[in-house]
């Protein structure tokens, strides 16, 4: 018979687990099955958004979207197009009753269990294709598969379950292994924006005053050339600073640091250029940069969940 077995909410940064449904059964499979869960729990952040594993009698799929990945368990007869058309419900209803703060900021494991309710009631109606049928459209569904399927994780790619390094070091396209370079961050913080807005401001300020300056050098005003030296340092440090806080590289926070520095060392030069308040605002947004940068890390492990 196929049919839904279980479904679980996890955060995809750190595979920690928002809330999950009951399993059915409690079989040797199921248990391995569990062991699958977690062991792609911590490695969601490397994988696509829309994926499959086949274990041999049960499928795992998931869907992951904002930070957050909806996986489920099911019979491996069970269609794919109800499957991820499942998935999808649950992602509509997750967005819709929790916003993207509290599921970014929760400590918990399973602080969202309430949302069982939906995802029960949900898998009975998806397990009775009766009551199914005239209730939803899977024509998009079935496009969206055909156009974009999703991709396959072999058994290979899984390695053991007892923590054995697998390949998905590697990337689903085969292009190579995941570098530093390519490590993603942590989502933004609404204050990461602000910074990278205000990180945008003071470059703005800067090649404008640098722009002046050129025209005042033209015109023989007595201008300092190394003002406009200073001038565009300063426009260069604050979009480097802004290039930091998006993209992860090495030695990340050691940069942002000497960052500020020549934002420190350009602004005490142009002292006679500004007044007091104009040095007080580029020197405390670059530090205020410099801080949003050291709190953005690269995504890590993800901890060891009972998921």
């Known amino acids: 018979m196929s049919m839904i077995l279980s479904a679980s909410v996890i955060r995809v940064r750190d595979g920690l687990p928002l809330s999950a449904s009951t399993d059915y059964e409690q079989g040797t ?31 795992i799929n998931f869907i992951s979207s904002m930070g957050v990945s909806y996986m489920m368990l099911c019979t491996e007869n069970y269609p794919n197009v109800l499957a991820f058309s499942f998935l999808d419900e649950l992602q509509k209803e ?8 509290k599921t970014n900021t929760a400590v918990r494991p399973y602080c969202f269990i309430e949302f069982d309710n939906f995802i029960q009631r949900t898998k009975q109606r998806y397990n009775n294709p009766r009551s199914l049928s005239t209730k939803i459209n ?16 072999s058994m290979g790619e899984l390695g053991s379950a007892n923590g054995v390094t697998s390949a998905f070091s590697v990337d689903y396209k085969g292009a190579g292994k995941i570098s530093s370079a390519h490590q993603r961050l942590e989502p933004a913080t609404l204050s990461g924006i602000v910074a990278f807005i205000l990180s945008l401001l003071c470059a703005a300020l800067n090649l404008i005053r640098g722009f002046h300056a050129i025209e005042s050098l033209l015109q023989s005003d007595g201008e300092d050339l190394n003002y406009i030296v200073a001038f565009f340092l300063g426009t260069a440090a604050c979009l480097y600073q802004c290039y930091l806080l998006v993209y992860y590289t ?22 006679e250029l500004r007044n007091l308040w104009q040095l007080f605002f580029h020197v405390t947004v670059g530090a205020f940069v410099t801080l ?5 890390q690269a995504q890590g492990k993800a901890p060891d969940y009972d998921v």
């Not at 949003?292 to 953005?296: D, G, K, P, S």
């Open 94 to 101: 997750f967005i819709t009753t929790y916003n993207m703060m």
């Open 292 to 296: 949003q940068i050291w709190l953005r």
């Open 250 to 271: 090495s030695w990340r926070n050691v940069k942002s640091f000497l960052t500020f520095g020549l934002i420190c060392l350009c602004n005490m030069y142009l002292y």
């Open 29 to 59: 499979g199921m248990q391995e099955c569990r062991k699958y869960f977690k062991m792609l729990s911590r490695k969601l952040a490397q994988l696509p958004d829309r994926c499959i594993l086949k274990t041999g009698r049960y499928n």
């Open 138 to 153: 899977l024509s998009d569904m079935q496009m969206e598969i055909k156009l974009r399927p999703p991709y396959q994780i």
